[in-house]
Every structure is written in C-alpha cells, then in structure tokens.
C-alpha cells in the first residue's frame, strides 16, 4: 500500500521461508510465473521461465481468446505461464501459492457518485496528475517524452517542462500517411513547451522487416503494424542516448473513447444490442444476452468482439475449429472479471471503463504497446496517468465530465 508507481518485483524472506511477489495496480510491469512439481518459476518475460526448463507448449484456449480480442491479463500463450494480475500479489509459503487482489478500480456506485463544479474536477486533476509527472522525473540517466498529437501525451509533455528544462520528445512520423502522420502537431506542441523534438520516420518496409523481432518480446500477438513502429521508437530513442521516457499511454483506457459507444445508446443503457444474423447463429449469442440481461445493456467493445469470429473461422484448421465450436467467446472473457464486486450497481460508463481497465489495458496497450516494446531497447517507460491517485481521481468523476458535446476527454485540456 506504500508503493506508487509501475513496478513488479520479488522478495525472498529466507528465514521463514515465504516469498512475496507483486505487480503495479494498472499492469504497466509484466511479472510471470509457473508452478510444476516442487518448482515455482518467476520472471518478467515467459521466455525466461521456458530457459529455466518449464516445458514450452502453446495455450491453444489462450490464443483463440487472443485472436479475437478477447484479451486475458492473467494467462500467456504459453500452457502453465501465467501473470500475476495487476493489483495483486503472490505469497507462496510450503509449496503453497496464494494470489491476493490488494488494489482494485473501484468504480464508486451511481447513488454515491457526488456532481462537482467543472473548475473543481479540473483542479484537483491537474494537481494530482502534475504530482505524478513531478515524481516520475525523478532519475540518474536522461529523460525523454513520448510526444504525439493527442492531447494526453502534450498534456504530459506540458507538465513535465514545468519542471524539467530543455527536454527532448520523441514521436514517430509516418509520411507514408499522410493523414496518420502527427508531425506538424507534434512540432506545434514541443515548439510551445520548449522541447526539442525528435522525429523517428516509420515505413511500410521497417515496420515488416522488424515484425518477428517485435513479436519476439512482445510474447503476443500482433496487433497492427503500428505497434511494431513503437517498438523501432524505443530503438530510435535508445540511440539518441534516453533510457527513461514519459508517456500518455492509458488515458485513454480512463476515458474509454466514450464518444463512440454513447452515439447508438448502448453506453447509457437505452439502446439494443445490434445482432446480426451471423452472430445470432454464433456461439457467442447466448453471451450478448447475458450480458445484457446481467448488466442491462452491452458495452460496445464486447459486442464487437462478436464480429470476429466469421473473420477467424476460415483461417483455423478443421480440428482446432472443432475444439473451439461451442465456446461462448464472450462468456469466457466476461467471466474474468469481478462483476458483483465492480459492476453491479455502477454506471453503464463506468463499467465500460472498468472493463477497459482490466482487460485491454493491462494486457496489450501497457505491455505490447508499452513495456514490451520499451524493455526491448532497456529504455524503462513511466505513465503518469497510470499513477493510481489520478486513475481513482478521474474513476469518480461523473460521465458528463469526461465526455461532454461530443468532446471526449473533456476535463483533460
């Protein structure tokens, strides 16, 4: 409960024999384990565990979770690695292994949510999330900032030059793109804060040419070709001689790209779960309406998840086709989650946020898209929004200000 920040670590208490392991809250840092026998193996990355001796199988269940999106921060794709959950820790004493939660989102229930003014909300962010830039600053070896043309990185990027001078942002450019290239903005933006900008361009090429040394660290899936230009940024910026980097990553997950799902009126709770006929013909039909009557609406991430599965389906073999024709895709991902504890009773918004916070967060844009990529190069990457005071901050705000008139995000800027 003293501990803040992104962090995983092991301690070994020798003379009474117990070991604590534990992992960050958010799930910025990885942390593996695997138990066979009298062994207990632990490690960051599951291709340490394999170098150990832990026997390498593929997780047939795990992969057909992953390809969908249906992402799980608890296992790998490896048979018997699994990840201690973020906000937990490990306690293992006489070959006993315990998991314990010790921190979770805490999404307060909707007759408990307190409607504040505007310049309140956007006080008590600001000062909580400066706070956490000013803290993760702190270091021996050169600091960076990952610099894009979104507000949440320019927002990190504006707090940290109040603290820091002449500091140097990175962002990665695309001119094979026009309309996904951000360099003008990200120029715009380090020119205001006095940074000095330096551009990394991606290409079609770098991006194929690097793609199984990505997959490599990542141990994942990929999951488009821009990840694989994040992992070259870490390279990039490794050369530039930075080993330590700010970023905006997870404010979205916070946020929950609200704009979206709230057009059709899913998120609100007034509208219906759009079916198509494909999908009422799918395993994954019977979990859209469970969902829906166990929640009183669907999140739209989860019913997009649906849509997959005629896109997967001609590309598996007969027999792993086979094996997976009854599983209710949706089910098994819903069941991960702590529905009673954190869900019921909550906002329809707050338990799409929660969602995001448990699944895709922790177990694709903080790790493949965050640490893996980074460790990849040793640069180590710091997320002040993922420090868990702005996160519990930001869980209690009511809807309307994080997302108002169609502006997502409201109270960041």
């Known amino acids: 409960q003293h501990l803040r920040g992104e962090l995983a670590f092991v301690l070994w208490d020798e003379r009474n024999q117990i070991l604590l392991a534990a992992r960050d809250r958010m799930g910025a840092k990885p942390l593996c384990y695997a138990q066979t026998g009298d062994s207990v193996f632990l490690a960051s990355e599951a291709k340490a565990i394999l170098a150990a001796g832990f026997p390498a199988n593929w997780d047939h269940d795990t992969f057909y979770q992953e390809v969908h999106g249906a992402e799980d921060p608890t296992?790998?794709?490896?048979?018997?690695?699994?990840r201690v959950p973020p906000g937990h820790y490990l306690v293992l004493r006489g070959g006993d292994l315990r998991i314990q939660r010790y921190w979770d989102s805490d999404f307060p229930?909707?007759?408990?949510?307190?409607?504040?003014?505007?310049?309140?909300?956007?006080?008590?962010?600001?000062?909580?999330h400066n706070e956490a830039v000013r803290l993760r600053l702190g270091a021996d070896v050169p600091i960076g900032i990952y610099l894009s043309g979104g507000v949440d990185s320019s927002c990190v990027l504006g707090m940290a030059t109040q603290h820091v001078s002449n500091l140097n942002a990175f962002t990665i450019c695309f001119p094979e793109s026009p309309t996904g290239n951000e360099e003008a903005i990200a120029r715009e933006s380090s020119a205001r804060f006095g940074a000095n900008l330096r551009c990394f361009y991606a290409s079609k090429d770098s991006e194929a040419d690097n793609l199984v040394d990505a997959i490599y660290h990542w141990e994942d899936l990929p999951r488009g070709p821009t990840m694989v230009s994040k992992y070259l940024l870490?390279?990039?910026?490794?050369?530039?001689?930075?080993?330590?980097?700010?970023?905006?990553?997870?404010?979205?997950?916070?946020?929950?790209h609200l704009a979206e799902p709230i057009t059709d009126g899913l998120l609100d709770g007034t509208g219906d779960a759009?079916?198509?006929t494909d999908q009422v013909a799918s395993p994954a039909s019977d979990g859209l309406?469970?969902?829906r009557r166990v929640l009183g609406f669907v999140p739209n991430h989860l019913e997009?998840?649906?849509?997959?599965?005629?896109?997967?389906?001609?590309?598996?073999?007969?027999?792993?086709?086979?094996?997976?024709?009854?599983?209710?895709?949706?089910?098994?991902?819903?069941s991960q989650l702590d529905i009673m504890g954190q869900m019921m009773g909550r906002e329809p918004s707050a338990i799409s946020q929660y969602i995001h916070q448990k699944t895709t967060l922790p177990a694709f844009f903080l790790t493949q898209g965050g640490d893996r990529s980074q460790m990849a190069h040793s640069i180590e990457g710091r997320h002040p929004f993922m420090d868990h005071r702005v996160?519990?901050?930001?869980?209690r705000m009511t809807y309307s200000?994080?997302?108002?008139?169609?502006v997502d995000k409201y109270v960041l800027p």
């Open 75 to 82: 296992r790998t794709l490896f048979r018997g690695i699994h």
């Open 109 to 128: 229930r909707a007759e408990d949510l307190r409607a504040l003014p505007d310049s309140r909300h956007i006080e008590d962010l600001r000062d909580a």
């Open 234 to 256: 870490s390279r990039f910026v490794r050369k530039c001689g930075v080993k330590v980097v700010l970023d905006g990553e997870g404010a979205g997950a916070l946020f929950s």
């Open 274 to 276: 759009r079916v198509t």
């Open 289 to 291: 309406a469970v969902i």
């Open 304 to 334: 997009n998840l649906v849509t997959w599965l005629p896109v997967w389906r001609p590309l598996f073999s007969a027999d792993f086709a086979n094996r997976f024709s009854g599983r209710d895709l949706l089910l098994v991902h819903f």
């Open 391 to 395: 996160v519990e901050l930001i869980n």
């Open 401 to 406: 200000v994080k997302l108002r008139d169609g």
